[in-house]
């Protein structure tokens, strides 16, 4: 590799964030058949102007849902969206209807669709016309609403201060609305209920909830007067569906069928513990229950399974059929005509058609981008790791981004790396190798478990993989990747950093907190047959984090909580400095060939720039550097995960830098474009993709 040219590094301040390195290692262009993708470097006189252009299927954060008719009903944070789900393999959004804090509670019937706000509203949307679906009225209710239904021109809604499992222990209120008149909508009853209503059914003129106390049933004969009639004491439930004479509970450790119409001393329970170790949702449709649950197999191994049951004989159910899923995060189930969805809030939506319940079918999968980790983006194409997969966006037409395909994999992820038509994921227990060349057909060719490689920082180069666990590297020859195996290991200092490798050197920084200061250290690499230290330096607060085309660049930090030891107290005022220096190591102007007593910030190539708050990357691409300012609260003790960058609304937080070589750094375009914690981001052709808690893409010119 040529190093004559000058080698850049951008030294400035060290965060937690720069703790989890970025995922843009070097790519070779081995087997590479994807075409090149809109070049990195902007045209001549380029104003920089970033304008969203997510697609929604890409920015749904599915929590909560209903589908009526082959129309799935997302609350989406800013709107309504209504999707076609009729070929779940490209849903099409037909309509976004605008609503401030839309997550909570939504039903639908073929003319209307009823859905609650941030903001204590209740509005009612006109879904005649799906396409042209608009607000038609709204009224005010006493809290937060996580659960509805809809029976003719009455909606029963349940409000609290619950939201996914928290609570303040207050009661919840049952509330009665009248929306025969959907342009004003009107409150007619309401009475208290426990607190957390985890479910609602309706049955004839009883309305069943149930919450911490167990199953509260009410009497709604009189929809302006509900009264609870009856209770059925239990705990932890967290589902339930009616069946003629019985309430069948996923009641979380085991499945339960109890009879309704008894008193508590009388009523008789069923308690099977066989179907499921853990049960989390079941409904019912002519004597056949379908389960949803996790348990064990023989050898320990954990599942998850729906299961289909013939409940005529209700004292002995017999399971007819069952279907496999991967491990995940599931929290919803809904039933709409003969398809069962099944929602892991992870990857996304599985329809099952259970038209024959002793034959099961998985017809397809709808993956959200919800909960992504890490993002990169290549050639059109943007890699996301989730919680515990991978999964595939073709933006090659940015104006209609599609998810294509999505790996499972069995540990949260990592970290990963591509270099040509292979991706490498470490996690938390495994390292995978996927083919990637067919990027709507990935597959796995090769996996390591902990045993044999352990680490969550990876950077691919030349046929090899370098994996990072903190106190050493494992180097993989990953070339052919079927036969891919372990070539050596590196030790080195511990609490490292961060890890940067091409085909001739390595680059590592670690962080000794006793001495307060950061240390780069230098290694050639003439694989297979040797790994040599050549040097390390003090680099105070020090991580290099990315690649130019022709070098390296990096951090150094003068954050004050690394130097505060009661920093968890509060957050103190925070700024860095970003700046050029020559890594070059056959320079003798380098930072490595540097004079005794000489510290790499006196080292800068023309002009620096300084920034409040603290970077969380920096991708430099194309001559440009972008950085994410992340930004502390004003004031003491208030809280912010350090793990993730913190944003306010109201400063640039996101800056594009020109880097000149010889002149040093000037500010391109700053802009304040993104509202809640950035996770991770890269910029690829002048599209910025970002993670705060889905995808979301920006055209930057």
Same mark, same amino acid.
């Given at each position: 590799?040529?190093?004559?040219?000058?080698?850049?590094?951008?030294?400035?301040?060290?965060?937690?964030?720069?703790?989890?390195?970025?995922?843009?290692?070097?790519?070779?262009?081995?087997?590479?058949?994807?075409?090149?993708?809109?070049?990195?470097?902007?045209?001549?006189?380029?104003?920089?102007?970033?304008?969203?252009?997510?697609?929604?299927?890409?920015?749904?954060?599915?929590?909560?849902?209903?589908?009526?008719?082959?129309?799935?009903?997302?609350?989406?944070?800013?709107?309504?969206?209504?999707?076609?789900?009729?070929?779940?393999?490209?849903?099409?959004?037909?309509?976004?209807?605008?609503?401030?804090?839309?997550?909570?509670?939504?039903?639908?019937?073929?003319?209307?669709?009823?859905?609650?706000?941030?903001?204590?509203?209740?509005?009612?949307?006109?879904?005649?016309?799906?396409?042209?679906?608009?607000?038609?009225?709204?009224?005010?209710?006493?809290?937060?609403?996580?659960?509805?239904?809809?029976?003719?021109?009455?909606?029963?809604?349940?409000?609290?201060?619950?939201?996914?499992?928290?609570?303040?222990?207050?009661?919840?209120?049952?509330?009665?609305?009248?929306?025969?008149?959907?342009?004003?909508?009107?409150?007619?009853?309401?009475?208290?209920?426990?607190?957390?209503?985890?479910?609602?059914?309706?049955?004839?003129?009883?309305?069943?909830?149930?919450?911490?106390?167990?199953?509260?049933?009410?009497?709604?004969?009189?929809?302006?007067?509900?009264?609870?009639?009856?209770?059925?004491?239990?705990?932890?439930?967290?589902?339930?569906?009616?069946?003629?004479?019985?309430?069948?509970?996923?009641?979380?450790?085991?499945?339960?069928?109890?009879?309704?119409?008894?008193?508590?001393?009388?009523?008789?329970?069923?308690?099977?513990?066989?179907?499921?170790?853990?049960?989390?949702?079941?409904?019912?449709?002519?004597?056949?229950?379908?389960?949803?649950?996790?348990?064990?197999?023989?050898?320990?191994?954990?599942?998850?399974?729906?299961?289909?049951?013939?409940?005529?004989?209700?004292?002995?159910?017999?399971?007819?059929?069952?279907?496999?899923?991967?491990?995940?995060?599931?929290?919803?189930?809904?039933?709409?005509?003969?398809?069962?969805?099944?929602?892991?809030?992870?990857?996304?939506?599985?329809?099952?058609?259970?038209?024959?319940?002793?034959?099961?079918?998985?017809?397809?999968?709808?993956?959200?981008?919800?909960?992504?980790?890490?993002?990169?983006?290549?050639?059109?194409?943007?890699?996301?790791?989730?919680?515990?997969?991978?999964?595939?966006?073709?933006?090659?037409?940015?104006?209609?981004?599609?998810?294509?395909?999505?790996?499972?994999?069995?540990?949260?992820?990592?970290?990963?790396?591509?270099?040509?038509?292979?991706?490498?994921?470490?996690?938390?227990?495994?390292?995978?190798?996927?083919?990637?060349?067919?990027?709507?057909? %990935?597959?796995?060719?090769?996996?390591?478990?902990?045993?044999?490689?352990?680490?969550?920082?990876?950077?691919?180069?030349?046929?090899?993989?370098?994996?990072?666990?903190?106190?050493?590297?494992?180097?993989?020859?990953?070339?052919?990747?079927?036969?891919?195996?372990?070539?050596?290991?590196?030790?080195?200092?511990?609490?490292?950093?961060?890890?940067?490798?091409?085909?001739?050197?390595?680059?590592?920084?670690?962080?000794?907190?006793?001495?307060?200061?950061?240390?780069?250290?230098?290694?050639?690499?003439?694989?297979?047959?040797?790994?040599?230290?050549?040097?390390?330096?003090?680099?105070?607060?020090?991580?290099?984090?990315?690649?130019?085309?022709?070098?390296?660049?990096?951090?150094?930090?003068?954050?004050?909580?690394?130097?505060?030891?009661?920093?968890?107290?509060?957050? %103190?005022?925070?700024?860095?400095?970003?700046?050029?220096?020559?890594?070059?190591?056959?320079?003798?102007?380098?930072?490595?060939?540097?004079?005794?007593?000489?510290?790499?910030?006196?080292?800068?190539?023309?002009?620096?720039?300084?920034?409040?708050?603290?970077?969380?990357?920096?991708?430099?691409?194309?001559?440009?550097?972008?950085?994410?300012?992340?930004?502390?609260?004003?004031?003491?003790?208030?809280?912010?995960?350090?793990?993730?960058?913190?944003?306010?609304?109201?400063?640039?937080?996101?800056?594009?830098?020109?880097?000149?070589?010889?002149?040093?750094?000037?500010?391109?375009?700053?802009?304040?474009?993104?509202?809640?914690?950035?996770?991770?981001?890269?910029?690829?052709?002048?599209?910025?993709?970002?993670?705060?808690?889905?995808?979301?893409?920006?055209?930057?010119?």
């Amino acid at each position: 590799m040529n190093f004559n040219a000058i080698t850049l590094i951008l030294l400035l301040s060290y965060s937690l964030t720069a703790g989890f390195s970025c995922a843009f290692g070097a790519s070779g262009d081995r087997n590479n058949n994807r075409p090149v993708f809109r070049s990195d470097i902007p045209p001549d006189n380029t104003v920089f102007d970033p304008v969203e252009i997510t697609s929604d299927a890409l920015s749904l954060t599915p929590r909560h849902f209903t589908v009526n008719d082959n129309y799935g009903f997302f609350p989406t944070d800013d709107s309504l969206t209504i999707m076609d789900l009729s070929d779940l393999s490209y849903p099409a959004t037909v309509a976004r209807v605008p609503i401030t804090w839309c997550w909570g509670s939504v039903s639908a019937t073929e003319e209307y669709a009823c859905v609650t706000s941030g903001e204590k509203i209740l509005y009612v949307v006109d879904i005649e016309n799906v396409t042209e679906s608009h607000v038609v009225g709204s009224v005010e209710i006493p809290h937060y609403s996580y659960h509805s239904l809809i029976s003719g021109d009455l909606l029963y809604i349940t409000c609290g201060n619950r939201q996914d499992g928290y609570h303040s222990g207050t009661l919840d209120t049952l509330n009665i609305i009248d929306v025969s008149d959907p342009a004003s909508p009107e409150i007619i009853g309401s009475t208290e209920t426990g607190a957390s209503v985890s479910g609602i059914v309706l049955d004839g003129n009883s309305l069943y909830l149930s919450c911490n106390s167990g199953i509260e049933i009410y009497d709604v004969t009189d929809p302006m007067n509900p009264v609870l009639s009856d209770i059925y004491e239990a705990w932890n439930i967290k589902d339930f569906a009616i069946a003629g004479d019985h309430i069948l509970i996923a009641n979380g450790d085991y499945f339960k069928i109890i009879e309704k119409s008894a008193s508590d001393s009388d009523r008789i329970e069923w308690v099977f513990r066989d179907f499921f170790r853990s049960c989390y949702n079941v409904c019912v449709k002519n004597n056949i229950a379908y389960l949803f649950g996790s348990g064990s197999d023989s050898n320990g191994e954990t599942f998850y399974k729906l299961r289909s049951l013939d409940i005529t004989d209700i004292p002995n159910p017999v399971e007819i059929d069952n279907i496999d899923f991967q491990s995940g995060s599931y929290t919803r189930m809904r039933m709409s005509d003969d398809y069962i969805y099944v929602l892991d809030r992870f990857r996304g939506f599985t329809a099952i058609d259970v038209s024959d319940p002793a034959n099961l079918e998985k017809t397809d999968s709808f993956y959200t981008t919800d909960s992504t980790l890490r993002v990169f983006a290549r050639d059109g194409y943007i890699f996301l790791l989730k919680t515990m997969g991978l999964t595939i966006v073709d933006a090659t037409d940015p104006d209609n981004e599609q998810i294509v395909s999505q790996i499972d994999l069995p540990y949260q992820t990592g970290e990963v790396d591509i270099d040509g038509d292979i991706a490498v994921v470490v996690s938390y227990g495994m390292m995978h190798i996927i083919d990637i060349s067919d990027p709507r057909n %990935p597959s796995i060719i090769k996996e390591f478990d902990s045993y044999e490689i352990y680490g969550d920082n990876v950077k691919v180069a030349d046929g090899y993989a370098f994996v990072s666990n903190g106190s050493g590297i494992s180097v993989v020859d990953i070339d052919p990747p079927g036969n891919s195996h372990v070539l050596t290991d590196i030790q080195f200092p511990p609490n490292a950093r961060w890890l940067f490798v091409n085909e001739e050197y390595a680059y590592i920084s670690t962080y000794d907190p006793e001495r307060e200061i950061s240390k780069l250290w230098l290694y050639t690499l003439d694989l297979p047959s040797s790994i040599k230290e050549i040097k390390s330096i003090d680099c105070p607060y020090v991580s290099v984090i990315g690649i130019d085309e022709s070098g390296i660049y990096g951090l150094l930090s003068d954050i004050a909580y690394w130097r505060d030891p009661n920093w968890s107290a509060g957050w %103190p005022d925070s700024s860095f400095t970003i700046g050029c220096v020559n890594l070059n190591p056959d320079d003798p102007a380098s930072i490595w060939n540097a004079p005794d007593g000489v510290s790499p910030d006196e080292m800068y190539i023309g002009n620096t720039l300084s920034f409040n708050g603290f970077p969380g990357k920096i991708p430099f691409k194309g001559g440009l550097a972008y950085i994410n300012c992340a930004l502390v609260p004003d004031e003491p003790g208030e809280s912010a995960y350090p793990a993730f960058s913190y944003t306010m609304n109201d400063i640039d937080d996101f800056h594009i830098i020109d880097v000149d070589r010889s002149e040093g750094l000037t500010v391109a375009a700053s802009f304040d474009i993104f509202d809640y914690g950035l996770r991770d981001f890269d910029v690829m052709g002048g599209y910025l993709c970002s993670s705060e808690y889905n995808l979301r893409i920006f055209s930057l010119w």
